[in-house]
């Protein structure tokens, strides 16, 4: 159960973080409203508050952690939303850093 609620939660954090980055790429290089800034900006406070519910890890290693979800999240909004489909080596890319954010997340360490 540790395992899922802590890849959720990585994984809204990310969205939080995505949706805060998007936002405003969307006013400044495609000429969308400047009225985006402003759920960009909650998005990124949202994204702030998430990463402190985190697993007590050393901030370093949850960071590092966050990034191999981060990496599938940014895929998928790829997919949905730019709507470019993942090739071969996006998805050996993203499973890698999954690996990577697993061993990080989940090695036994001493207390």
Do not use: N
């Not at 954090?13 to 400044?28: F, I, K, R």
């Amino acid at each position: 159960m540790l395992v899922i609620r802590t890849v959720g939660l990585f994984a809204l954090t990310a969205v939080a973080e995505v949706v805060g980055c998007y936002l405003p790429y969307l006013v400044l290089r495609r000429a969308a409203t400047a009225w985006l800034l402003a759920p960009a900006v909650f998005s990124l406070m949202a994204f702030a508050w998430l990463l402190t519910l985190h697993p007590t890890l050393a901030t370093g290693r949850t960071y590092a952690a966050y990034g191999g979800v981060y990496v599938v999240v940014a895929l998928g909004w790829l997919w949905r939303i730019d709507g470019v489909t993942p090739d071969r080596w996006d998805l050996i890319g993203a499973g890698l850093a999954v690996l990577g954010m697993a061993v990080i997340a989940f090695a036994p360490r001493d207390p």
